[in-house]
């Protein structure tokens, strides 16, 4: 029995085909600019199209083998963990775009379509809106600005289970704490099968990343504010997408940060027109702030943890994994678990769903 895998992005669709942890193959189509149509109808028609066209690439494929289809899980109200079934009340919240209009909204959708052909389930998985939130994790300062939880749930809660297999004991039995590092970077506690704390990714909540604010000195942001009364669009990409190391260091390319820091350990000039001794003071000072993070969730669980969680794509780097290990490891064995991993993440769900290992959830409006 094997299992089709969707992931559609903002500029992309991830189509891979699963024969339980086996990758039998994965092809991702990039969408130009003109075929991004502007209505999610139109856009579902093209992106149907797509994983179709995928499908027939493989010689091998044989509808009968299909067990289910999964995709990625969009844009909902805010819901517990786990493993969803496409339904009616679903279908309706992702296509109206009721919480908001995002590529991921697709993935549910698409699943239905193709579940239907293939006369078999449709799931999606941890969203990003996965709320299961402590109500003391809720409070935020003040009354009209209660935190939120958006995160990289899918990565987070994968990458918990796989440490929970490690470690031989059910997720659910865990103290885990778990920093997904990419452009953004969320910071969950794990305990009791549940991610009862976390700083919201989206907004850039937390530790400045790559292209994360993170937690400004919230005085000097209002003053701020005030005082260049830029347009709300502006503001929002100055948290999001243009803060963190971004606004530092003028770029989010890992890469060139990399030779540069290891052109001025060498003694050499600046490599791509970057300062790697601030390239490396930067880097540094956002391992700092991930630490921070992580032993203050440690709280959360009162100190008892069974182990540390790094994982997305920074966590392929290992001058950040130490920066930040060298700084947590007096807290609970560390492991690592780099890249991403959604696909991965969204088959070992749907396999979870099939095997009963995890109860399928029926979606409510």
């Known amino acids: ?177 778990v920093a997904h590092l990419g452009g953004g970077v969320s910071v969950g506690a794990h305990l009791g099968g549940r991610v009862r704390d976390v700083n919201n990714a989206l907004d850039g909540d937390g530790p400045f990343a790559v292209e994360r604010a993170g937690g400004l000195p919230s005085g000097d942001w ?36 990399e030779e540069a820091i290891e052109a001025h350990e060498r003694g050499e000039a600046g490599s791509g027109g970057l300062d790697g001794r601030r390239c490396l003071e930067v880097l540094q000072a956002m391992c700092y702030q991930i630490a921070k993070e992580i032993c203050s969730l440690a709280a959360a669980a009162s100190g008892r943890l069974d182990a540390v969680v790094l994982t997305g794509g920074l966590a392929h780097s290992g001058r950040i994994v130490e920066g930040i290990g060298a700084r947590v490891r007096f807290l609970a064995p560390l492991f690592v678990y780099p890249g991403e991993n959604e696909m991965e993440a969204l088959a070992a769900a749907a396999y979870d769903a099939l095997d009963g290992r995890q109860p399928v959830l029926e979606y409510r409006k």
Not at 59 to 87: Q, W
Not at 102 to 110: C, I, M, Y
Not at 133 to 155: E, K, Q, T, V, W
Not at 224 to 238: K, T
């Open 222 to 257: 209002l003053r701020y504010v005030l005082a260049h009364r830029e347009e709300p669009e502006a503001l929002q990409r100055r948290l999001t997408g243009r803060g963190g190391v971004v606004a530092y260091l003028g770029t989010n390319d890992a890469r060139r940060i």
């Open 1 to 177: 029995m094997k299992v089709l895998v969707i992931n559609p992005g903002s500029t992309s669709t991830k189509v891979a085909l699963f024969h339980r942890e086996s990758e039998l193959w994965r092809k991702s189509v990039s969408h130009p600019v003109e075929e991004r149509f502007p209505t999610l109808d139109a856009q579902l028609f093209l992106r149907r199209e797509t994983v179709l066209r995928a499908l027939r690439e493989d010689p091998g494929f044989r509808p009968a083998e299909v067990g289910a289809v999964i995709g990625r899980g969009g844009l909902l109200h805010p819901l517990a963990g786990g493993v969803y079934r496409v339904n009616q009340a679903m279908k309706e919240d992702l296509s109206s775009c009721r919480y908001g209009s995002h590529a991921s909204n697709l993935g549910g959708l698409l699943a239905d379509l193709l579940a239907a052909e293939l006369r078999v389930p449709a799931f999606i998985a941890d969203p990003v809106v996965v709320d299961e939130l402590d109500a003391l994790a809720r409070y935020s300062g003040l009354p009209d600005l209660p935190r939120r939880s958006i995160f990289h749930a899918l990565n987070q809660k994968a990458c918990a289970r796989r440490a929970a297999r490690e470690l031989g004991k059910p997720y659910e039995d865990c103290a885990l704490i």
